[in-house]
């Protein structure tokens, strides 16, 4: 059969099933060889056989693909009207004498939050009755993204905006939504995230810090790891076992609130690559925890985690840690660019633009009820992937005279830049969630 020929069979999707069906038969190399009589004939038949079992596999393996959608969002006229006023709220807080930085953990300050949760951009998708805004998904992300491309210090209220609030929202008792929604809203309370801990990182589930039942309450035991912010935020929301681990390793955990000013938390500040100590090691000894505070149901800590790792993989902050550093490249041969600066330029930005329209596809997942971990992801691991080579290419990319602004940008970028990859999931273990979404683990 001309090669044409079979294109022209393989395109018209009416007559691919039928093809495959026929193609991958045994009998159908063996006619192919008796029909044509020669060695041609059974080298054309292997291939007609090895072309259809090729297909065949694609196929099956399609059938296995468990939904790796990005549907395409686009952003509506209010998201694009907050985005105007979110500039304009920015250029008068944000201090010009400071430079700016779009990883969303550099910065911190309680008063931006604070004035932020005032313009009513924390808990934006909340509903009104806890004090949110009752926007889409949409509008939160124009303002996250704003925000972070300027380089505000965000990093006080970010983690209770993106992932305690939603996790509260969908499992939290109506008191502790009560208690703690608003004050998230208002700037007043922060969280921190309580997963890793010494032993246990990527392998999540092999935690041992645990809490055993008391009168009134439980007590916490053990130790958490590399818990950014725990020195200066209120709360952090625990996965702890309540039960031993048993043959299931995802059951027997539960999420708990912890009160961070408890005499029996002691925080250690750890330094970083940069010198700075933001994230730290947290020690419960006989930490009282009243039933009230565990949120969810008992032994269901594992899947409520799981859920939170939509919202915490999938917005810009997984693509934008590196972004002003691209700013200040932009600016620093903006008077005389050449051919090979603006090539790197162009690149750079079209990358971002596929990573953004990912994102606000899967924002617009997300506002539509769905949970989309897949593709959340795939974002974070080509995001954060982005990201980390950033510094590395435009270093590489500029003369030795370079101002001072930028060198001091990329430097703080370059001294960060590890963690991209490691902080909310490593590459590998994202490539593993990856995998055994398209079924292919
Ligand atoms: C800046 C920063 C902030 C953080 N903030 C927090 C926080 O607030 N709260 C919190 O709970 N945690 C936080 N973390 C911890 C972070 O989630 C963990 O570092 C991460 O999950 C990896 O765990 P680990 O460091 O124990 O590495 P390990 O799990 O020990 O992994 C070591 C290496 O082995 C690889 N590896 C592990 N398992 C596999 C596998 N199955 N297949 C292939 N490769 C594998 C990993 O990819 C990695 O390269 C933070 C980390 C950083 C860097």
Request: glycine fraction near 10%; charge should be neutral; proline fraction near 5%.
């Amino acid at each position: 059969m001309p090669c044409n020929h079979l294109a022209a069979r393989l395109c018209d999707g009416r007559r691919l099933k039928t093809f495959i069906c026929k193609a991958w038969k045994p009998e159908t190399v063996t006619n192919i060889s008796k029909r044509e009589g020669n060695a041609s004939g059974v080298l054309r038949a292997l291939q007609y056989a090895q072309l259809g079992v090729s297909l065949r596999v694609y196929l099956e393996r399609k059938s296995m693909f468990q939904g790796l959608t990005f549907e395409p969002f686009k952003l509506p006229d209010e998201a694009e009207s907050i985005r105007q006023e979110v500039r304009e709220f920015l250029a008068r807080e944000l201090d010009p004498g400071t430079l700016p930085n779009s990883d969303f953990n550099a910065g911190e300050s309680a008063e931006f939050s604070r004035k932020l949760g005032a313009q009513g951009w924390i808990g934006m998708t909340w509903p009104k009755e806890y004090g949110g805004s009752g926007k889409s998904f949409l509008e939160r992300y124009v303002v996250t993204e704003e925000l972070l491309a300027a380089g505000a210090p965000v990093g006080c209220h970010w983690i209770a905006d993106r992932q305690t609030g939603p996790l509260m929202l969908k499992f939290g008792t109506e008191a502790q939504k009560q208690r703690f929604l608003p004050k998230i809203i208002s700037g007043d309370y922060f969280f921190s995230i309580g997963m890793s801990e010494p032993d246990s990182g990527s392998d999540l589930a092999s935690i041992r810090t645990s809490a055993t039942k008391t009168e009134g309450g439980w007590l916490l035991n053990g130790s958490k790891i590399w818990t950014s912010y725990a020195h200066t935020n209120h709360y952090m929301v625990a996965l702890v076992r309540t039960e031993p681990p048993s043959e299931n390793r995802h059951a027997g955990m539960s999420q708990l609130v912890v009160d961070l000013s408890d005499k029996n938390v002691t925080v250690t500040g750890i330094r970083n690559l940069s010198g700075e100590e933001d994230f730290n090691q947290v020690f419960f000894d006989d930490v009282f925890i009243p039933d009230d505070m565990l949120v969810g149901t008992p032994g269901n800590g594992w899947e409520q985690v799981m859920s939170e790792l939509g919202y915490e993989r999938s917005g810009p902050e997984r693509f934008l840690s590196a972004f002003r550093v691209i700013v200040e490249f932009a600016r620093e041969i903006e008077s005389n660019p050449s051919d090979e600066q603006l090539v790197l330029l162009g690149r750079l930005a079209s990358h971002l633009i596929t990573l953004r329209r990912m994102s606000i596809s899967v924002a617009g997942m997300l506002g539509a009820g769905k949970l989309p971990l897949t593709e959340a992801a795939l974002i974070k691991d080509l995001g954060n992937s982005y990201e980390r080579m950033v510094p590395e290419i435009v270093r590489l990319a500029v003369s030795g005279n370079s101002s001072q602004r930028f060198v001091d940008t990329l430097n703080e970028c370059i001294l960060h830049a590890p963690s991209f990859t490691l902080r909310g999931g490593t590459r590998e273990v994202l490539k593993g969630v990856i995998a055994r979404g398209l079924g292919l683990r």
